[in-house]
């Protein structure tokens, strides 16, 4: 699945239109947690497609139970040297419109309006959407499109896979609220991870650990496997699943504030499967002070250093519980505790084969050193006490709370 992401990113094949029980499952937590989260609010849907993608519908079927003031979507031009992101093709609501031009449907992206102030006082759904051309071809980059991020209060859609850096940026010069749909790596990304550490953005409600169906353009190329599982859930067609998927927003949440219940360290090493079956122990960095959670529920209630846990973690942050320090990516660019101890030197990659190359990479992620005769790919440095491993990204923490505070 991994690989069909990133293919997708190097095509930019940015097709994925997103199913209606998705964006209602996470809408649903916010409402939980505030019921007005919406009410009043101004909400943007941008790199939308009506044709295809289910955030219009979802948000103007509820828009008098959201208590929304307006919503806006937006669609791109169908024709366009920009294969990047969404395109809208001519649906049946816009043929049978005088507003119709075969030449615009091409060239022009869509914005398809919600008003209570336009429509009046009656109750509003999706058969009160109104619909006209954009000037130009609906780039969320574009003048008229920055107009309409001003103008919202909240930001949502699924943006193109290959522009999710620039998209969030785009937000965020804005300073708007905003809920959008990426892949959990792009927490490793220096224009994003920041913005987690500091709590002005965190992981939306629905968890990264589970398949999310996707439907796709007709020409796509589904693996067997993955159409496999779209149909276990139930979809039939050109449906694929991404299994790393999650929403990034800066909306509240009541899931974000619930602590981890957690063991001790010595309980972990008894009856947590991960830690048991490393030897029932936690390892230590060779070039962070630090110790490595392979998984969350690994983590110990009774250790008050510092912790490297898989970018998973954040699924279950709860930011009155604990503190990120930074991320392993070699650089001393985050919180001094999160720096690194050591930088290697003529580091080497040793390889499954027997060939060797460049150890750079040693050099950009926390380091392990192997106990036992080394096997598979593993790396050496002058100044390595022995073989060593690197690890995946992980994010540096510490316990935020008290010894007996904590549960």
């Known amino acids: 699945m991994q690989k069909n992401l990133q293919e997708a990113k190097n095509a930019k094949n ?58 806006i979507s937006t669609s791109y031009a169908k024709n366009s040297n920009k294969q990047f992101t969404f395109q809208f ?6 043929k049978n419109s005088p507003k119709y031009d ?39 980059r574009s003048p008229e499109v920055k107009a309409l991020r001003d103008e919202a209060d909240i930001i949502i859609t699924n943006p193109p896979f290959s522009l999710f850096r620039e998209f969030l940026s785009w937000i965020i010069e804005a300073d708007k609220k905003f809920l959008i749909i990426g892949n959990i790596n792009c927490i490793t990304y220096k224009e994003v991870f920041p913005l987690i550490k500091d709590n002005k953005i965190w992981l939306g409600a629905s968890g990264s650990n589970r398949d999310v169906v996707f439907e796709v353009p ?40 619930e602590p981890l219940i957690l063991m001790n360290m010595a309980d972990n090493m008894k009856f947590n ?10 390892f230590k960095y060779d ?37 990120i320090l930074g991320l392993t990516s070699g650089r001393n660019e985050f919180d001094k505790e999160a ?48 073989p060593f491993q690197i690890m995946y990204a992980r994010i540096l923490i510490r316990w935020k709370q008290p010894p007996e505070q904590r549960i």
Not at 29 to 50: I, M, S, W
Not at 107 to 121: E, H, M, P, S, V
Not at 273 to 282: F, L
């Open 14 to 71: 940015d097709e994925f239109y997103t199913q209606y029980d998705y964006i209602q499952r996470e809408i649903n937590a916010y409402l939980e947690f505030d019921q007005d989260a919406f009410r009043g609010k101004t909400v943007l849907l941008p790199c939308n497609d009506l044709e295809h993608s289910n955030f219009t519908g979802f948000f103007a079927q509820n828009f008098e139970y959201f208590g929304l003031k307006k919503l």
């Open 89 to 94: 093709y001519a649906s049946e609501l816009e």
């Open 102 to 140: 075969p030449a615009k449907t091409d060239t022009n992206g869509k914005i398809f309006i919600l008003d209570r102030a336009a429509n009046g006082t009656h109750r509003l759904d999706i058969h009160d959407l109104k619909w006209d051309y954009l000037q130009g071809d609906g780039d969320f």
């Open 218 to 257: 007709e020409d796509y190329e589904v693996s067997p496997s993955d159409r496999a599982k779209a149909e276990k859930l139930g979809y039939f067609g050109n449906y694929t699943t991404q299994r790393n998927t999650c929403w990034f927003t800066n909306l509240d949440h009541g899931r974000r504030h």
């Open 273 to 282: 499967k991960t830690i048991v079956k490393q030897g029932k122990k936690y």
């Open 287 to 323: 070039n962070y002070d630090a110790i490595d959670v392979p998984v969350t529920q690994a983590i110990p209630s009774d250790y008050d250093g510092v912790m490297g846990v898989p970018v998973s973690f954040l699924d279950k942050y709860c930011p009155e519980q604990f503190e």
């Open 339 to 386: 720096w690194p101890t050591k930088r290697y030197e003529n580091a080497l990659q040793h390889n499954s084969d027997g060939t060797t190359a460049s150890g750079s990479k040693a050099n950009t992620r926390a380091t392990i050193l192997l106990e036992d005769e080394p096997t598979g790919v593993y790396y050496t440095a002058d100044n390595a006490d022995g």
